[in-house]
């Protein structure tokens, strides 16, 4: 199932993003959900050179015994943790952009990209140090090609699909 969904970005803007629930049978016959947020703005994003570095947050959660995705409450906190993390990452100054998430088989993963990999890192590292959040685990990755992003980004229709 596809849906296109509307959502404000940092500065009140809309915009529109797909979002993308898919389902198969594993081989144990559970029931497997994967749920893709993406923005197909970013697909003519013009500074892709300049914020080459992308930061990969992933945290797991407790899964539905039947779709493998988050409960209600597990959902509500994981976005929870995405607003704060993003808010901590504009308190500090650290220019960014959204840019993809994923859930699927106990993890949330989502993608921001920034100019700066050594601002984000240390960022990052202060807050899972605080402990103010739930675990998380943290890479950066450098990808001026931005094929890091086309891999994430193929999850997810087109128009035609």
């Given at each position: 199932?596809?849906?296109?969904?509307?959502?404000?970005?940092?500065?009140?803007?809309?915009?529109e993003k797909t979002m993308r629930l898919e389902y198969a049978i594993d081989k144990n016959d559970y029931l497997?959900?994967?749920?893709?947020?993406?923005?197909?703005?970013?697909?003519?994003?013009?500074?892709?050179?300049?914020?080459?570095?992308?930061?990969?947050?992933?945290?797991?959660?407790?899964?539905?015994?039947?779709?493998?995705?988050?409960?209600?409450?597990?959902?509500?906190?994981?976005?929870?943790f995405e607003m704060v993390f993003e808010s901590y990452l504009k308190e500090h100054?650290?220019?960014?952009?959204?840019?993809?998430?994923?859930?699927?088989?106990?993890?949330?993963?989502?993608?921001?990209?920034?100019?700066?990999?050594?601002?984000?890192?240390?960022?990052?590292?202060?807050?899972?140090?605080?402990?103010?959040?739930?675990?998380?685990?943290?890479?950066?990755?450098?990808?001026?090609?931005?094929?890091?992003?086309?891999?994430?980004?193929?999850?997810?229709?087109?128009?035609?699909?």
């Amino acid at each position: 199932m596809v849906y296109n969904v509307l959502f404000l970005d940092i500065i009140g803007h809309n915009i529109e993003k797909t979002m993308r629930l898919e389902y198969a049978i594993d081989k144990n016959d559970y029931l497997i959900h994967q749920l893709f947020l993406a923005s197909k703005s970013d697909d003519r994003f013009p500074h892709k050179e300049e914020f080459c570095h992308f930061a990969k947050i992933t945290t797991s959660f407790k899964k539905d015994g039947k779709t493998l995705l988050p409960t209600r409450e597990e959902l509500d906190e994981l976005n929870q943790f995405e607003m704060v993390f993003e808010s901590y990452l504009k308190e500090h100054k650290v220019k960014n952009y959204y840019v993809f998430r994923e859930t699927h088989r106990g993890n949330r993963i989502f993608y921001f990209v920034t100019n700066d990999a050594k601002t984000i890192a240390e960022t990052t590292a202060q807050l899972k140090k605080s402990n103010k959040l739930r675990e998380f685990d943290i890479d950066i990755l450098t990808d001026k090609d931005w094929s890091l992003y086309q891999k994430l980004r193929e999850k997810i229709p087109n128009e035609q699909e």
